[in-house]
């Protein structure tokens, strides 16, 4: 009969993280999310500019090079200058910046889709009053705009960037659907 040969205690912990690591990827947890309002500075190897302004199109490429370790998204400035995707080599503490959106490979983009904030949905028309206002990666203040004014009903956040080169809010009067947009930040108050 064989002897067997004793694991050390430091093997066994790596073999315990290497399958709580494939646990999570296999069942997908979701506990990784891309951070709006944040940029990831240092590390990158790569940019290209993302003509459609969805911030998607970067989480799904940085997925696809193998490179690839995090993302951030620089929304456009103005209407002349395009979105760009900057992809990573390192993963780097997420800044507070209210330019960008960035996120870990296989984090995905992942934007909150339940409570009164609706991210990349537009609802066309309705509009009874528009306004510049500073920008907000969460669409706050517009939505402070509407719940003080009674005539509103609904609201849209359009990012800077987006066919003009400031912030502008959208108020109102009656509720419109929604549509997918990666622009816009929307949401009903009453």
């Known amino acids: 009969?064989?002897?067997?040969?004793?694991?050390?205690?430091?093997r066994l912990i790596r073999?315990?993280?290497?399958?709580?690591?494939?646990?999570l990827v296999a069942f997908g947890t979701g506990?990784?999310?891309?951070?709006?309002?944040f940029d990831r500075l240092g590390g990158d190897y790569s940019n290209f500019p993302v003509r459609s302004g969805d911030p998607a199109v970067c989480a799904a490429r940085?997925?696809?090079?193998?490179?690839?370790?995090a993302w951030s998204f620089s929304y456009p400035t103005t209407a002349l200058v395009n979105a760009v995707c900057w992809l990573k080599n390192q993963v780097t503490p997420p800044i507070l910046n209210n330019c960008c959106i960035s996120g870990v490979r296989g984090g995905a983009l992942v934007e909150p889709r339940s409570g009164p904030v609706e991210y990349s949905i537009d609802r066309i028309g309705g509009d009874y009053r528009h306004f510049d206002i500073l920008p907000d990666a969460?669409?706050?203040?517009?939505?402070?705009?509407?719940?003080a004014d009674n005539r509103c009903r609904a609201w849209t956040y359009l990012r800077p960037?987006?066919?003009?080169?400031?912030?502008?809010?959208?108020l109102?009067?009656?509720?419109?659907?929604?549509?997918?947009?990666?622009c816009c930040i929307s949401g009903v108050v009453r």
């Open 161 to 170: 960037g987006y066919g003009t080169a400031t912030a502008r809010c959208y």
């Open 15 to 23: 073999q315990h993280i290497f399958v709580l690591g494939l646990c």
């Open 172 to 182: 109102k009067d009656n509720i419109k659907p929604p549509r997918r947009q990666p």
């Open 31 to 37: 506990l990784v999310h891309a951070q709006i309002g």
């Open 62 to 69: 940085c997925d696809r090079d193998s490179r690839c370790r």
């Open 138 to 147: 969460r669409g706050q203040l517009c939505a402070t705009a509407c719940q």
């Open 1 to 10: 009969m064989a002897a067997r040969k004793k694991i050390g205690p430091m």
